[in-house]
């Protein structure tokens, strides 16, 4: 059984406490302190920061007197402001809970009122035998006692994604080919590119970090019958074009040759098609998308999920649309079942806004 995962921050001043800290609590969890690793040399303090919230189950700050503040004419000894920086935002993402602070109760240090609520852990620091592993195993106590009372941070898989989180999940992307003269490599569209980006953060959220990534005319016919998440639309994305034809979907597609850009439902006889607006800068002031989850044509025990719009707004907007809380109050989505939907998005200084559902319903296999 896989451990919790514990972050330790401290001042470099702080580390001997934030080593005996891990040496009390190696057998109850995975602890890295913040010099193990976790702040790149290719990133930025904020960047290594951010991404280090999203690993960790705990997070212990060990708080040493090591500046001088002034405060209401009084001075008083306080912890870096980095520190303070990094119990703050561990507080906002794992909770108090799961927070802890530490520090010598015999050395008098002042901790902002902001830090109320969160757990703390004391210790007497002045030994007669300075055995500092005995003096923190005080503090260690409680903080693992919570440990193990709560554990790892359980991460729910909603049912839409749950087949997409195995490891044969195959991502294609389309390129436009007709442009090879300009860039070898080929282009690929702005929208279409943020959509995987967002797409695959959230599923590395969820525990998916193993993502395979292939553009639609490199990828082999033997890795179609994988689960696949397609995005964009059948003008760039052959693979798109070639499972929309093999679906059962009540969406009508234009012809992607001619890059028609609308689509109808043919129950309602409803077409979605881009709103255009007079403003050079802006020439698009909405756009529409689709979502499609059905059974791979390819192999039916295996799934699809499509994504595209008809610009690469649309494409952007689908991926906003499916990580968003939102999204899974609906039965349809949140059974896992297949489905079609229609959304429309506002475009706003070239950004899609929070897009409408237009039609949402079930695809029967």
Same mark, same amino acid.
């Given at each position: ?7 330790? =921050? ?51 700050? #060990? ?13 008083? +000894? ?10 703050? %935002? ?8 799961? !927070?802890?602070?530490? @520090? ?12 109320? =609520?969160?757990?703390?852990? !004391? @210790?007497?620091?002045? $030994? ?21 009372? %709560? =554990? ?38 702005? =929208?279409?590119?943020?959509?995987? !980006? ?6 590395? #959220? ?9 553009? &639609? ?28 034809? $093999? ?16 689509? !109808? ?7 979605? @098609?881009?709103? /255009? ?25 295996? +799934? ?14 689908? &991926? ?7 999204? /899974? ?37």
């Amino acid at each position: 059984m896989n451990q919790p995962s514990v972050f330790i =921050g401290s001042s470099s001043e702080g580390l001997d406490v934030a080593r005996n800290i891990k040496a009390q609590l190696k057998n109850e969890a995975e602890i890295t302190i913040w010099q193990e690793g976790v702040f790149g040399l290719n990133s930025s303090y904020l960047e290594s920061l951010a991404n280090a919230l999203e690993n960790f189950d705990f997070a212990i700050l #060990v708080l040493t007197p090591d500046d001088m503040v002034e405060s209401r004419n009084q001075s008083a +000894q306080s912890p870096r402001d980095n520190v303070l920086f990094e119990c703050g %935002l561990f507080m906002g993402k794992l909770g108090r809970s799961r !927070t802890f602070i530490v @520090y010598d109760s015999d050395k008098p240090i002042k901790i902002p009122s902001d830090l109320a =609520g969160i757990s703390l852990a !004391t @210790y007497q620091g002045q $030994r007669r035998d300075n055995n500092l592993m005995a003096a923190v195993g005080e503090a260690c106590d409680p903080i693992r006692t919570q440990i193990t009372k %709560l =554990g790892s941070i359980k991460i729910t898989i909603p049912p839409l994604w749950e087949p997409f989180t195995s490891n044969d999940t195959q991502f294609v992307l389309g390129r436009f080919s007709e442009f090879k003269s300009f860039e070898q490599s080929g282009l690929l569209g702005v =929208g279409d590119a943020i959509s995987y !980006t967002e797409v695959s953060a959230f599923l590395k #959220v969820m525990g998916h970090s193993s993502i395979r990534i292939s553009y &639609a005319d490199r990828i082999s016919g033997d890795s179609l019958g994988a689960n696949l998440v397609l995005i964009g639309g059948p003008d760039a994305n052959s693979i798109t074009r070639e499972v929309v034809s $093999r679906i059962k979907t009540s969406l009508i597609f234009g012809d992607p040759n001619r890059h028609e850009v609308s689509f !109808t439902d043919s129950i309602t006889n409803t077409t979605y @098609y881009p709103e /255009y607006s007079r403003d050079y800068e802006e020439p698009i002031s909405t756009d529409c998308g689709v979502i499609i989850k059905a059974e791979n044509p390819f192999s039916p025990s295996n +799934q699809v999920l499509i994504l595209f719009g008809s610009y690469g707004y649309g494409t952007w907007a689908a &991926a906003k649309l499916l990580t968003s809380r939102g999204f /899974y109050n609906n039965s349809v989505i949140s059974n896992g079942d297949y489905f079609e939907c229609v959304f429309t998005t506002d475009i706003v200084r070239e950004t899609p806004q929070m897009p409408k559902v237009k039609m949402l319903r079930n695809i029967i296999p």
